[in-house]
């Protein structure tokens, strides 16, 4: 199973040049960021783990910047969005900062998407909260028709776009899909993507449901499942593994150089 890493970069942690670096040097397979252009403060959405915001979501540095800065000192690590709000971005922007970022790196960049949970942000995005799950698709799939080996045109409801030269053109890109589990995310990812990121679930208990929407869908094979923001110790690592996992994602402290490494460390036992 691959050990990759996520962690809240802010302008008070380190960087992501020296934590790439580290990263690779010491075989972990990947480095994911979230996403949040703002924060208002009114607090109308609560937090979805409980308890007080912490500080970092209001301080997080641009992903597609920060893992520019990582692949450019990188050539094997896994660079990954955990996760884009897709709802809150121009698709043909996005596309264009996701083929570039995967361009640049190799073809090492993993797109995770999530519909987002704080509804402020999203409104000042001009997103319409009740229908973001439709806005995402829909998103996904012009991005998608730009991402075309020809010209491809893409139309809907909210979206038109003529067919248009748009290079580079992602190499293989892995999509996965992040959020609760239940009937109407599993026809999503057994839709538009090629996995789930599931946050704070018991994987194996969601499975069947997974693999049955996947089959409905007409997809073959399997969908990748890539537990998220784990918080490891040996019993846990140990029920990823029987369940068969690729690839799991392990939480790092928003903090500064001595925190981060003193966690890779401890880390480390489960390379």
Known sequence: MRISTMIFLTDETLGPVQLAR????????????????????????????????PR????????????????????RLILGTGITLVAQHDPIV??????????LS???FTLGVGLGWNQEEAAAHGVDWPRRRTAVRDRLAAMRALWAPEPTGYDSEFIHIEPSEAHPKPKGLRVLLGGAAGPKLFADVAGYA?????????PAEHLPALRAAWTEAGREGEPQVVPYAI????????RLRDLGAEEAVFILPPAGADEVLRTLDDYAQYL
């Open 194 to 202: 090629d996995g789930w990121l599931p946050v704070g679930q018991d």
């Open 22 to 53: 580290e990263l690779e040097q010491r075989g972990f397979a990947g480095l994911y960021l979230p996403e949040h252009t703002h924060i208002p403060v009114s607090r109308k959405s609560p937090y979805p783990f409980g308890g007080e915001l």
């Open 106 to 108: 190799g073809g090492r």
């Open 94 to 103: 996005l596309a264009k900062q996701v083929a570039t970022l995967d361009h």
């Open 56 to 75: 970092e979501y209001g301080r997080t540095l641009d992903p597609f910047a920060a893992l520019g800065a990582a692949a450019a000192v990188t050539e």
């Open 231 to 238: 918080r490891p110790n040996a019993d846990k690592v140990a």
